[in-house]
């Protein structure tokens, strides 16, 4: 069931979706070569907690840090650990806050000192499907419409879509209905509504989209071990066009 926010509950949702923007300035700013994963979900707790929020992935099925922390070729849901940042590496960090009764969710991709152009391409490449997917999205766009505009930007470049995680729906609940995939045929599925919050979220490969989990049972990493990409924002779907909330 998909729940249609009022002007209220969007109003409570602005919090913990600011707290992410500027937890995403303030790990920005910090994170470097030599860190490990771990000392980033640290910066991040204490940033969300400092800000009066909960880290809302902590605990979440089991999950148990504050933030996803997956580096080049793992895809998501990296635990962080003693795992030592080094030049060149890609790292995303996907962080929910709940505050007010009501989650956020967003992920950023990092690049560490000097990463190669083609790599930096693909992160470039990741948040701009973002962007052009949400371009046209309005009340009334087929919910596929989203997939579809992220996974034509993706494959233009050569790039491919993972399939096995989507963006969902979030409010009370970190994951609500409708589940929103990277991939799909325009002009089919939901005709979103005002109302709506979504959290969009390519997930861009640059080899292949497939994708195998660690035996952690959380971690997903790439097939083929190439670097993968990752960009998230918290949206409310309006009568003319979207409100992103954590940007
Ligand atoms: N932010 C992640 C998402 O987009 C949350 C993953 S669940 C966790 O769905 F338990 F790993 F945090
Ligand atoms: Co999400």
């Not at 152009?117 to 992160?123: G, S, Y």
Request: charged share 25%; net charge negative.
């Amino acid at each position: 069931m998909i729940h249609v926010k009022s002007e209220k509950e969007i109003d409570l949702m602005r919090e913990p979706c600011k707290i992410l923007r500027d937890t995403f300035a303030y790990v920005g700013s910090e994170i470097k070569a030599g860190m490990t994963t771990k000392e980033v979900d640290a910066l991040v707790e204490r940033y969300i907690r400092s800000s009066g929020a909960y880290p809302s992935c902590l605990g979440y099925g089991g999950f148990p840090a504050s933030a996803c922390i997956s580096v080049n070729e793992m895809v998501v849901h990296g635990i962080p650990d003693e795992r030592v940042l080094k030049d060149g590496d890609i790292v995303s960090v996907d962080v929910c806050a709940y505050k007010n009764g009501y989650h956020g969710d967003a992920c950023r991709t990092f690049c560490i000192g000097n990463v190669s152009e083609d790599v930096k391409r693909l992160v470039q490449v990741t948040e701009e499907c973002f962007f052009k997917a949400v371009e046209k999205l309005r009340a009334g766009t087929p919910l596929y419409d989203i997939g579809y505009r992220v996974q034509k930007h993706a494959e233009a470049h050569g790039y491919g879509v993972v399939r096995s995680y989507t963006g969902h729906g979030i409010g009370k609940e970190m994951h609500e209905d409708p589940s929103v995939p990277n991939f799909g045929k325009l002009g089919t599925g939901l005709r979103l509504k005002a109302g709506m919050v979504l959290c969009v979220e390519p997930m861009i490969t640059m080899g292949s989209w497939k994708v195998r989990l660690l035996d952690d049972g959380w971690g997903a990493v790439t097939v083929d071990g190439k670097p993968a990409a990752h960009y998230e924002n918290t949206l409310v779907v309006r009568e003319d066009g979207v409100e992103i909330l954590t940007l």
